[in-house]
């Protein structure tokens, strides 16, 4: 059964999520040709510089907008799924709650990590198109660093990081979910505007807290790493990706035993 949700959730998200995609790619192309004409050395008119950087900051604009865009996509599917008229008719089918969030969540994150590998690779694509050779330059000598001062280790930097990406996803999904839920459990008639009032209301506590953390926690964490040695240091920031890696599943593990709370017992669609 979850296959059969998954395509259905797979087929409302993707239905016009890959035209936003087709459009921030030719939209990338034109940002990466603004940015070879502000680089370039020529002599330009004055016009044709601001119409370079007005298309570029449009450019990036758009593909933030690409970003939010299927953000929404993804929470509009879950709250039409399971809290609109068709809430009536997801709750009567002979199927677990916990595969019905399954497949919210499989896809939400599916969406999510498509999203984010779509928008690296026009950004990367941007800059090559702009700045060329100079950008190939950067790339290789950043390659070499990789290489040569952080050598084999690197590999497990970027599994760790991969896995953050990952987590951090279900996290960002499983957020909002809770946020939907929660306005639906609290209110009938304005659930839309309670949850995104839930929401940025929560992500702003989430904001402030996560600030306060990086800036004393990184400052604790540099002081303490006076005196160690190259490995001794590479050591110590692979048990931090992980540490950060098993904090934040354990956060989507509490999140959604929450969810599954309110959707089993909290939840009353009369």
């Known amino acids: 059964m979850l296959k059969k949700l998954l395509r259905y959730d797979f087929a409302f998200l993707f239905r016009y999520w890959w035209i936003g995609a087709f459009i921030s790619l030719l939209v990338s192309l034109v940002g990466g040709g603004c940015i070879y004409v502000l680089n370039s050395k020529a002599d330009l008119p004055d016009v044709v510089d601001v119409g370079a950087g007005l298309m570029l900051v ?18 509009i599917r879950y709250y039409k799924n399971f809290f609109s008229d068709e809430g009536y008719l997801t709750f009567t089918l002979p199927v677990k709650t916990s ?14 990590l498509a999203t984010a590998f779509v928008i690296g690779a026009e950004v990367f ?47 960002s999904v499983l957020f909002a979910y809770v946020c939907i839920t929660l306005a639906s459990v609290i209110t009938r008639k304005a659930r839309v505007i309670t949850a995104i009032g839930l929401y940025y209301g929560a992500n702003s506590v989430l904001n402030f807290g996560r600030q306060m953390f990086l800036i004393f926690g990184t400052q604790s964490l540099f002081s303490r790493m006076d005196g160690l040695s190259g490995d001794e240091i590479k050591a110590v920031f692979a048990l931090v990706f992980l540490a950060a890696f098993l904090f934040i599943a354990l956060l989507c593990g509490f999140m959604y035993v929450l969810q599954r709370y309110m959707l089993d017992k909290k939840l009353n669609l009369a």
């Open 58 to 75: 449009l450019s990036v604009f758009c593909l933030v907008a690409f970003a939010i865009l299927s953000m929404i996509i993804v929470f």
């Open 99 to 112: 595969t019905l969030l399954a497949s919210k969540l499989i896809s939400g994150v599916s969406a999510i």
């Open 125 to 171: 694509i941007m800059l090559a198109a702009g700045f060329g050779d100079e950008f190939t330059g950067f790339l290789e000598e950043l390659w070499k660093l990789i290489a040569n001062e952080v050598g084999a280790i690197s590999i497990l930097y970027a599994v760790e990081l991969l896995m953050i990406l990952v987590v951090y996803s279900a996290f």
